[in-house]
């Protein structure tokens, strides 16, 4: 009938004008272009835009991978207990002769600035630890010592125990007798002797014909060798006085060099100090 024709083409165009709308509905969400502005063919992709960035700025700062959200990273780190900071100074360093250079130099009644400076020197790179079956890393830096549960310390955001502290802590370690046993206590001295007596021996076997000119380390006795040689001077630095002419003889020595280099033959020792 006309009337049935008439509310089927009726029914057509409403499905067809549905249709149509629901093709400029989706792509308001999936067109590519994501400007503030729209068409006949674009919906509110201006504030899509706007939601997605609030996201992505609200993501971010929850992520403790960024620099500046290391605070968070900060709050969440597990300082050592004192026990595994005793630990790490006790046996840390890398460096060789372990604790034995440690102990003599600590025995020279140096201030605690003058050994902190000495342990930011020595100690070198970083190390890990078993203690208690868990995993404890120590990086020894410009600030100080590095100290993290885990297998890493070299974050910025760790525990740090700056050299000052280390020092002051390794001195109470070694008078209450836990940092070394009484064996390396008296190794410690001997060890120092004997790096001496090698710097001494390598640095006057360098001395140029200008530097045997001015009779530099004439009054150790010579003959046997690098071992024979050095065996014998590291035995007599054991003489107070010994020693005392050994100090005068290098001071005088390094006023030279200052003011004339060519006194030695090759410069790579480290004039400053003898071993």
Same mark, same amino acid.
């Given at each position: ?25 989706? /792509? @308001?969400?999936?067109? !590519? ?5 729209? *068409? $006949? ?6 504030? #899509? ?102 297998? /890493? @310390?070299?974050?910025? !955001? ?5 050299? *000052? $502290? ?6 109470? #370690? ?102």
């Amino acid at each position: 009938s006309e009337t049935g024709d008439r509310i089927y083409e009726n029914r057509e165009t409403e499905t067809d004008g549905s249709l149509e709308d629901r093709g400029r509905e989706q /792509s @308001a969400v999936w067109g !590519d272009d994501f400007s503030s502005q729209r *068409n $006949d063919h674009q919906g509110s992709s201006g504030n #899509l835009k706007e939601n997605t960035e609030a996201e992505i700025r609200e993501a971010e700062k929850a992520s403790f991978s960024l620099p500046e959200n290391s605070y968070g990273q900060i709050r969440l780190t597990i300082p050592l207990t004192e026990n595994d900071i005793d630990t790490v100074l006790i046996n840390g360093g890398n460096h060789d002769g372990g604790r034995l250079p440690v102990i003599a130099e600590f025995s020279k009644e140096k201030t605690v600035e003058e050994l902190g400076e000495y342990l930011k020197d020595t100690f070198k790179g970083g190390n890990g630890f078993y203690i208690d079956e868990r995993e404890v890393s120590s990086w020894y830096s410009d600030k100080g010592i590095h100290l993290a549960y885990g297998t /890493s @310390a070299r974050e910025d !955001d760790t525990q740090v125990l700056n050299w *000052n $502290d280390a020092a002051k802590r390794i001195n109470e #370690l070694l008078k209450s007798g836990e940092f070394a046993t009484n064996v390396e206590l008296l190794e410690a001295l001997d060890y120092e002797r004997d790096r001496i007596s090698e710097s001494l021996w390598y640095l006057s076997h360098d001395l140029s014909e200008e530097g045997k000119e001015q009779g530099y380390f004439k009054f150790y006795e010579r003959g046997g060798g690098f071992p024979e040689e050095t065996k014998r001077l590291s035995e007599a630095l054991k003489n107070p006085e010994y020693l005392k002419e050994t100090i005068r003889e290098y001071d005088r020595f390094l006023e030279g060099y200052k003011e004339n280099r060519n006194v030695l033959r090759f410069h790579y020792h480290k004039v400053d100090s003898l071993y």
